[in-house]
């Protein structure tokens, strides 16, 4: 089979983030499960993530808090951190000789973590190194830069809809939508999820769903 690539997202697809904002939630005084209610009605309406925080703490200075974010370990990707089938499902991309990257959005201190952890990518990148966020068509131009493969070899797997595999799959890579955390299982609900060209329940899953796809010769439209 001739190259291929498969890019990553990283909070939900390969991390849980269950323990970041449970930091956060401390930090801004209010219960985990307030601050993961309102996060749901937050993705329910479209609204982005960061949205959360303001209306469980309005007018609270986050960068002020980001220290004791940092010591409490909130800038530290533990092994524990990661969902139980991704670090088989990275060294099972690796196995299978197709180039591994991993960019999402997030601050540079996440590719740094990624690192630290050793996972086993070609490519680490982030919205903020390369200066622009999903679901941006120029942050999939800048995947399939990283790649150096036409946008048909690669396949994008992230746990929302509208910042991950839709633009993926107008970008012409294969769109895989994992049904995942918080935004992953709401999403599954849309009617646009019946346009993902993979759905997944699990990472354990990818591989052999993709290689069959590319097999049939599939490009980055329409289901298999």
């Known amino acids: 089979m001739s190259a291929r690539a498969v890019f990553f997202d990283v909070g939900e697809t390969l991390v849980d983030e269950t323990r970041f904002w449970t930091i956060w939630a401390r930090l801004?005084?209010?219960?985990?499960?307030?601050?993961?209610?309102?996060?749901?009605?937050?993705?329910?309406?479209?609204?982005?993530?960061?949205?959360?925080?303001?209306?469980?703490?309005?007018?609270?200075?986050?960068?002020?808090?980001?220290?004791?974010?940092?010591?409490?370990?909130g800038t530290q990707i533990r092994?524990?951190?990661?969902?139980?089938?991704?670090?088989?499902?990275?060294?099972?991309?690796?196995q299978r000789g197709w180039?591994?990257?991993?960019?999402?959005?997030?601050?540079?201190?996440?590719?740094?973590?990624?690192?630290?952890?050793?996972?086993?990518?070609?490519?680490?990148?982030?919205s903020?190194?390369?200066?622009v966020e999903k679901p941006s068509?120029?942050?999939?131009?800048?995947?399939?830069?990283?790649?150096?493969l036409p946008p048909d070899r690669i396949a994008y797997v992230g746990d929302r809809l509208d910042n991950d595999v839709l633009p993926a799959a107008r970008a012409g890579m294969t769109g895989v939508f994992l049904k995942r955390g918080p935004w992953g299982h709401?999403?599954?609900?849309?009617p646009e999820a019946a346009t993902a060209d993979l759905a997944l329940d699990s990472l354990d899953e990818l591989c052999v769903r993709l290689e069959r796809r590319w097999a049939t010769g599939a490009g980055g439209s329409g289901r298999a």
């Open 28 to 73: 801004l005084n209010v219960p985990p499960l307030t601050l993961f209610g309102v996060l749901g009605g937050v993705i329910e309406r479209g609204e982005d993530h960061r949205r959360a925080y303001d209306i469980v703490a309005p007018g609270v200075d986050r960068a002020a808090l980001e220290p004791a974010y940092a010591a409490a370990g």
């Open 79 to 94: 092994p524990d951190d990661f969902y139980p089938d991704a670090l088989a499902c990275l060294a099972e991309v690796k």
């Open 99 to 126: 180039l591994l990257g991993i960019s999402g959005n997030t601050a540079t201190w996440v590719e740094d973590a990624l690192r630290a952890a050793d996972v086993p990518a070609d490519v680490v990148a982030s």
């Open 128 to 131: 903020a190194s390369w200066g």
């Open 137 to 148: 068509p120029d942050f999939f131009g800048r995947v399939v830069a990283s790649a150096g």
């Open 186 to 190: 709401l999403h599954a609900l849309r």
